[in-house]
């Protein structure tokens, strides 16, 4: 195998799907630490995995390369969410790639002679980078994603600065809302799991917030707003994860182009106002929520992870993910949160914060 | 008439139209004036001019209840854009409203005894103030709106808190736009001018901007994004004010309902997609734009406005509107600025400053 | 003892010591659940415990007193780090109050009938909460500080908010200390512990830190600043906490008066100016690190500290603070946290992490 | 002379003084139009003029070398504001620079062949370019200030920036302010105008402002103070310009290093305290307020101004400096702004609109 060879002199590192605020955080953290600390050469592989399929994309990175990356929102990279390993079949509950994809990475890593292989990335690329390593590449994970939704970590990078831009979306439609007597609804990123749209919520004094581990009825909605009316207070804010659903529902989010067309957040608009005649608009902050400079929040943990990736290689660590537990810096096993989703647990105190100050998550408790 | 009789003693205010970052600091300028310097009454109109209209809609203002009102964005009095003035015929040039509620409003005034009315509102507003004042309403104009477009005052408050939030948004799709190597299209206000779409243009560093004062042509567009890939630049930002208009078509935005199913944004989005083969994605930012704390300059521009309304009414400059002409405040008269859009001139230092950056203003000049 | 009687009815809380965003908060998060979810009477006290000396400063507070306070930084409840209870004996390692003030506090609240007393405040209040409770007061205690540092609590809120505020500064010293080839210093928060310098100090890339937990020389901090020279960078930043110490010496902090005259950031900018000949520049960020509109995780924590302290009432945990262990709300006997001080553990991946990016601690490790 | 040869070929381009957000704006579009729109080639000049004298240390400026550089703040190029001209003798009111280095400068530019050389600079630096203009360098000048304190052009950029920063720390201090009954006094920079005390502390909610145009006294501050609290109001807000300064005494912000020993600021605070009993603190801006990302519409000036100079050196406008004026852009001759400080107009509305709104100016009038 490769990953059990003699001593680490050349390691790499590429991001994968989606970015996210932090990226660059890691990479510069985990050049300067494999620079100073190690002295290993290192690589940067573009566009994700497709970097390493056929003729190789990389890069060598030195600390001249990662001046001034730590505030800079994107990848330097480059990432993609399509390409060879964006379709898969599940066998035995297992995600199965494209052996020829995965060939030719391995071809490429063994080539390359390189001795350590970073991937930053959600869930599904890291259930690649177990692939990977159960084919002999020796890679370590670090979670990457906006929604915080990873399994095996208690926090992802990302996640503050989604909620920043989201929360400071609600404070802004606040006053709107308020002059003007309107429903505000504001849909925000969360496919799998609702942790923006309750942060943000309740940080933003939301009054109904919908997500994907609560199914939800229009009427719940609608008896909320209707209720705050039949108190004196004309206007409400509805926050709304895009992979809300309605109870008995299906999930609206599939494609861009559906997208366009409306997703949860204009469902929600249009029912709540035709159900309550109060006017209603809807913002879809959508992209909004990737881009821009990292909070110090995210800055730290990206940078935390960048190091304790290097040192994961350091120590052999291969076929693990680094991770936040309790406040500290581990790692677990790939084979543990490759494809898991970690959801709002229903029973988890935020859920019953929301509920005691009055919010609506859009079921029968109101 | 009632503008010509004797000593000034109470005064009243409303704001109109679409809420902008600012209301509240004229509101709170224009009581502290009125109470500490003039000793006047003064009182709130609610919901714009609906609340003179039957029963009247008022509050007392003094210090107390303006208090913390500064940073504050929307207004405490309300606001509406519907109601009795919403419709309206041209006669010769000129709007005419509806003659009965005009009469309504009088009359309020009248049994009020309000001796200064300061009305708070974009162009449509102001020709309200006009046909008001010549009905013997001593109305003093406040002009309001983010988008900058109005006649008679060089810049409006709620213009640059506007603009803050596309400009930041604009850094934010910069990050994922490069990482992604994709084309971002950011829909902004402007229904008639492109201030907003051209500052935050300029401001972002976008590489195409489309305002409703220079005609578009998609295919210019797409040129000037296969012209960056052939120079190895992968990734562009297009700005659009939803006012802007493909040449030879008409303009898009017309209602809620329509917008929902996407406005001038989309349709550029897709036409670069389409002719460029380029992932392409769009992001409308709508009430965002309107919302939240107004921004130093915003607040300063707001608060000379509230003091110069108040001084103009002890002046007994009613039929006039407040204005900042040159750095300087002054005042115009209403008939000179009722119903007038100040679009950016085509011969604007702005236009040929973003032309010698190389930025596409989608027009045959590249 | 008052604290094992009948059914709850009337609740109090108050805000001591210095003041930190997030604090409204709390209020407006404990008075919706208490009013919402109990149907108790609420009474916030004035001025911290000294509202409760003598004849009470207290209000009531409804939901109505609570509206719009999620997002304003301060206390409506005002709060003094003065008064009777800011002097105490140390008796076997436990703070010893003024018998006679609390006897005071203990009478007043028997005569209000009070069922809970919330008290919002640092180490040193949470002592005197125990004190109470000790002596029949019914309290319940929310950990308050920005320095993060208190006992028991993985996290206390307003400590993102000062985070933010402190790395912002370092952003903005970066672009100066580079243009000018200048060493800037930059003074935080952090008496006693020096998680404020640490996290802003990695999230804003710091080239040295310097805090309380670990001793510096002068001598390690001017061979890292010329170490950077002699690579070629001519700038450096170093993040200070105000309880940071010379290795032998002790805290400079002491008083406001003294503070004036140079805290220990110019001590440090005066020694590296001697020691370097570089040009260089010291900022006390002081009360700005306080104050302003808390960030979204500090206004869901405090909002969750707020809703747990009204259930640790229903549940009659009194002599319990409320805490946030590992993601989970819960709550500490006040026994185990009064007095006590959390700094930064010296084995902290924090601390290691700032080593591998090459930033000094300021001691012989460099 | 130099000025008045041939086709113009090659042209640089230097930052002089105290940096600026938005200087690199104005590089990135000088670049942008001298190398898109003009063909030329550009050179930058690094550490001001200290770089054309001795061995020139100059680089040459692409559009790769400004790609990124729009939202950056300070300079790429670097600046000083120490050196051959840091001294200079007045003679018949003009200011003589060391003719040595005035010597040293023009033979550089000489021989390097340069047909336009942009100087972005202050009043300071503008007499440098005009003395060297005099000398036969094609020079044009860029205004240059924070403080907004430049004759000739009704705004600079940075203006915007720094005004921001204060705000927001005035926006800061007032929660704690109110949170604890304290004098909170913050010191803003303007040495010789009081354009950002002013528009800061309007926009900010000020109770007191002190600017070098207006001298104040200290009673007339403390009064103001009493006078709230005898209101009922516990606490205020005191914003003082570095070079206000009192009636009948001396301007206080000569060197670094007896500011650190307490600038204007520290006064006020002592003798505020001391005067009216309250609890007072003082926040000294400083360097926080000259760095950072510059705001929209400071970009946008930058950027304007960038394009001015090429169309400037172009037109053979040697000797000017471009200016903003009533929203145009235009140029004006060096010899009608070098060495002039555009203080606040006493007979301005900004003055006024702060005395309408009850906040004193620390005179007489209260």
Redesign the interface.
């Known amino acids: 195998m490769m990953t059990s060879s003699g001593p680490i002199r050349r390691v790499a590192l590429l991001?994968s799907g989606?970015?996210a605020?932090g990226?660059n955080a890691v990479i510069r953290?985990f050049v300067?630490?494999a620079r100073?600390?190690f002295g290993w050469d290192v690589y940067g592989v573009e566009d994700g995995f497709e970097g390493l399929i056929g003729k190789p994309k990389i890069r060598p990175l030195d600390l001249s390369d990662v001046r001034g990356l730590?505030?800079?929102?994107?990848?330097i990279l480059?990432?993609?969410n399509k390409g060879h390993f964006s379709s898969f079949e599940i066998v035995e509950g297992r995600r199965v790639h494209d052996p020829a994809a995965l060939n030719a990475v391995c071809e490429t890593v063994r080539k390359l002679r390189i001795d350590g292989l970073v991937v930053l990335g959600g869930e599904g690329s890291q259930a690649i980078a177990l692939d990977l390593y159960e084919n002999g590449v020796p890679t370590v994970g670090v979670p990457k994603t906006i929604d915080n939704d990873l399994g095996g970590t208690?926090m992802t990078f990302g996640f503050?600065t989604a909620?920043?831009?989201?929360?400071?979306?609600i404070?802004?439609?606040?006053?709107?809302a308020?002059?003007?007597?309107r429903v505000?609804v504001l849909e925000v990123m969360g496919r799998h799991a609702g942790w923006i749209a309750l942060?943000?919520g309740?940080?933003?004094?939301a009054d109904v917030i919908l997500i994907p581990e609560i199914p939800f009825t229009f009427e719940a909605v609608a008896d909320k707003i209707l209720e705050r009316e039949a108190h004196g207070t004309e206007f409400s804010i509805i926050v709304v994860a895009e992979g809300a659903t309605p109870a008995g529902g299906t999930a609206v989010y599939q494609s861009?182009h559906e997208k366009?067309?409306?997703g949860i957040g204009?469902s929600v608009a249009e029912e709540v106002q035709r159900r309550t005649g109060k006017e209603t608009?809807?913002?879809?902050l959508?992209?909004?929520q990737?881009?821009?400079s990292p909070?110090?929040?995210d800055?730290?943990l990206a940078?935390?992870f960048g190091?304790?990736a290097?040192?994961a290689i350091a120590e052999r660590k291969f076929g693990q993910m680094v991770a936040l537990?309790?406040?500290?810096?581990t790692t677990v096993p790939l084979r543990e949160v490759a494809g898991i989703v970690r959801g709002v647990p229903v029973d988890s105190?935020?859920i019953?914060?929301a509920r005691?100050?009055?919010i609506s998550m859009g079921d029968e408790r109101g």
Do not use: F
């Open positions: 991001t989606g970015d605020p990226l953290a300067k630490t100073l600390e730590l505030p800079m929102g994107g990848t480059g990432s993609t208690d503050h909620l920043w831009v989201a929360t400071d979306a404070d802004r439609l606040h006053s709107t308020a002059s003007h007597d505000m942060y943000a309740i940080g933003g004094g861009e366009r067309l409306g204009q608009r809807v913002v879809v959508g992209h909004l990737r881009g821009g909070t110090p929040s800055r730290v940078t935390r190091v304790a290097a040192k537990r309790c406040g500290q810096l105190d935020l019953s914060t005691a100050l009055g």
